[in-house]
């Protein structure tokens, strides 16, 4: 089943203005993905020395009418990456063994927070892809039917099926092949990054995501503003 669903214009102009007070009208501390992740229910693997790293250089994605600056995104270095794929590569080793149905109810819970989330998420994406509200609410409810599709394939698929020919008994079995790295357009910044990483991950494998440079908001992956720039707004 869909996840779309009409909405009124009374709806959408009380999200627009969500996102605009969370852009630079409300303080609030930021949230590091590790700590968001685990409030959720979501996993997460740290790097390799088991600690957060800051990354290379930092980009503020500004608004060009008011100057107010939605978040904070930051662009890794190329020994990062390295040091990204390597913890990976370890996560791998715990998570291609975690049971399909725990992996699948990992794409529902994701699910979930997107519904819950999704005036928020499509607000962002016009804000950054300036998307029509009807094709933000689109590209948002794709991502939740990924999830959802994803999840129920794959518990599916997890039963062994039989191949047999005379005199041999086969059986047909999937299994994790290991890091997969993810890098989404700025187009549509949601679906297909939550698609392919939804796929990877049900499936047993690790995922590397990098949102579009042009449109990373949308995709909930970055921090959100300091504290000093919305009082420095006021």
């Known amino acids: 089943a869909s996840a779309r669903s009409g909405c009124s214009c009374a709806d959408w102009r009380r999200a627009r203005r969500a996102a605009r007070r969370a852009a630079g009208c409300r303080a609030r501390p930021p949230v590091s993905e590790p700590a968001r992740c685990a409030a959720s229910g979501l996993p997460t693997a740290a790097p390799a020395s088991g600690r957060r790293r800051r ?53 529902r819970r ?28 689109a590209d948002v409810a794709e991502s939740i039917d990924f999830c959802e599709f994803y999840a129920d394939e794959m518990l599916r698929l997890d039963h062994p099926r039989r191949r047999d020919v005379p005199g041999e008994e086969n059986y047909m ?19 297909i990054l939550a698609g392919m990483t939804a796929a990877a991950v ?31 707004m006021a």
């Not at 994701?110 to 933000?136: D, N």
């Not at 890091?179 to 700025?186: F, G, Q, T």
């Not at 590397?208 to 970055?222: A, F, L, R, V, Y």
């Open 55 to 107: 990354a290379g250089r930092g980009r503020c994605r500004a608004r060009r009418r008011s100057g107010t600056r939605p978040g904070r995104v930051a662009c890794a270095t190329a020994t990062q990456a390295v040091q990204a794929i390597q913890a990976a590569k370890e996560a791998f080793l715990n998570w291609r063994d975690v049971p399909v149905n725990e992996r699948a109810a990992v794409l």
């Open 110 to 137: 994701a699910a979930q927070i997107m519904r819950e989330r999704r005036f928020e998420l499509s607000a962002w994406i016009v804000h950054e892809s300036a998307k029509p509200w009807r094709e933000a609410d």
């Open 173 to 191: 079995i999937y299994e994790p092949r290991g890091v997969a790295v993810v890098i989404a357009p700025w187009n549509f910044p949601l679906a």
């Open 202 to 232: 049900v499936t047993g494998n690790t995922a590397i995501m990098k949102p579009s440079e042009q449109s990373s908001k949308g995709t909930g992956c970055s921090s959100p503003p300091r504290p000093r720039w919305r009082r420095s």
